[in-house]
């Protein structure tokens, strides 16, 4: 035999392969001699083909993962089959693992594991990834197939909240909030001027205005008394589409306005007179009017 694991079975006749035979083309050589006179033999061949195990890599789906906190999937192989049962790698496994390559978001990192898991690296930009990969029998390392995994990777969760703010006193304008991201989040952490960026969507008073810098809702001084809205936006720096808007409402007070009694006197009659301006102990705001 040219295949140790390829026999006759001089009791039945039977050409038999053991089980772990690599794929080929075999050859057997057996003799037939008459009982009658031993010595008058024939010998003939047997060819046998030995064939690979059916292997298949079947396509997987995972996600949507946070790329903010990254995850780690199920190894690929899961649903992978060698002859109809279950693959395994590593020491005693029936096939061999080779990845692909490796797709390359903006951000961050997607990596497979030797075990045929898949690492999604915190912070890594949302999107949806094709990572094929190969297995191949370790018996016939010639037999393979391959298959893709993809990878869905999903922004943060991201929320704006609305705030309110009061001016008193809109003759002299102030700050009527500080920062509007103090109660927003992203991820379920607050959002910072590092996480996400801050843009003015609209106002109903061009004196009132956001400070994208700071966060901070200004009213210009000489504004008259109202509540007003302002509407922003927050977008995350590492997916700059994955927004959320929030209204700020601003309550703008009038000036305290103080007319203070007078009194004058006593005045010639006779003569006439002017007094002076009854403004002269007025005040709005404390100062004089």
């Known amino acids: ?167 008193a006193n809109g003759a002299t304008g102030g700050t009527a909030v500080a920062n509007v991201l103090v109660n927003d989040t992203l991820n379920g952490a607050p959002a910072t001027l590092a996480t996400v960026t801050l843009s003015q969507v609209s106002t109903t008073n061009p004196n009132v205005t956001l400070n994208p810098a700071t966060g901070a809702v200004n009213v210009a001084p000489g504004t008259p008394a109202g509540t007003y809205t302002l509407v922003y936006r927050i977008c995350e720096v590492l997916n700059p589409t994955n927004c959320d808007t929030a209204t700020v409402t601003v309550t703008v007070g009038a000036a305290v306005i103080d007319a203070v009694n007078d009194s004058y006197g006593p005045v010639n009659g006779a003569s006439g007179a002017t007094t002076a301006s009854v403004l002269v102990n007025d005040t709005l705001g404390g100062s004089p009017v």
Not at 60 to 73: I, L, R, W
Not at 83 to 101: C, I, Q
Not at 131 to 143: A, D, G, Q, R
């Open 1 to 167: 035999t040219t295949n140790p694991n390829v026999t006759l079975n001089p009791a039945t006749g039977a050409v038999n392969v053991a089980p772990g035979t690599p794929a080929g083309t075999y050859t057997l050589v057996y003799r037939i001699c008459e009982v009658l006179n031993p010595t008058n033999c024939d010998t003939a061949t047997v060819t046998v083909t030995v064939g690979a195990a059916a292997i298949d890599a079947v396509n997987d789906s995972y996600g949507p993962v946070n790329g903010a906190s990254g995850a780690t999937t199920a190894s690929v192989l899961v649903n992978d089959t060698l002859g109809g049962s279950p693959v395994s790698v590593g020491v005693g496994g029936n096939v061999t693992l080779t990845p692909g390559a490796a797709p390359t978001p903006a951000a961050g990192a997607i990596t497979m594991n030797a075990d045929g898991t898949i690492t999604i690296a915190p912070g890594t930009t949302a999107g949806t990834y094709a990572y094929p990969y190969t297995i191949c029998e370790v018996l016939n390392p010639t037999n393979c197939d391959t298959a893709t995994a993809t990878v869905v990777v999903a922004a943060a969760p991201i929320d704006a909240v609305d705030d309110t703010g009061t001016v």
